[in-house]
Nanobody, 118 residues
Framework: QVQLVESGGGLVQAGGSLRLSCAAS????????MGWYRQARGNQRELVAG????????NYADSVKGRFTISRDNAKNTVSLQMNSLEPEDTSVYYC???????????WGQGTQVTVSS
């Protein structure tokens, strides 16, 4: 089992930047693909960005391509999401997810609020 703790959320003006971090309780190297999801009030949770277990592949929602960058530091068991050129539409609770490469077992963090003011 993996415990995930997100940090870095907050209030920012449109056009600004935030960096979210997700710390895992155990080694995630070579075992877990990682992802960032978000859920705005009244909406379904959606994938924002994902990164493969070795970090060689990434994928992004169309709405964040060119603005957000996902990365992982397997030595520190952390995953980050650099968010630039933020828009009010990016306002959501952001969740970190770990998915086991073999069993597909999923683990989630508690979420961190990101609010972008216009």
């Amino acid at each position: 089992q993996v415990q995930l703790v997100e940090s870095g959320g907050g209030l920012v003006q449109a056009g600004g930047s935030l960096r979210l971090s997700c710390a895992a309780s155990r080694s995630i190297f070579s075992t877990y693909a990682m992802g960032w999801y978000r859920q705005a009030r009244g909406n379904q949770r959606e994938l924002v960005a994902g990164i493969s277990r070795f970090g060689s592949r990434t994928n992004y929602a169309d709405s964040v391509k060119g603005r957000f960058t996902i990365s992982r530091d397997n030595a520190k068991n952390t995953v980050s999401l650099q968010m630039n050129s933020l828009e009010p539409e990016d306002t959501s609770v952001y969740y970190c997810q770990a998915r086991h490469f073999s069993t597909n077992a999923e683990y989630w963090g508690q979420g961190t609020q990101v609010t972008v003011s216009s």
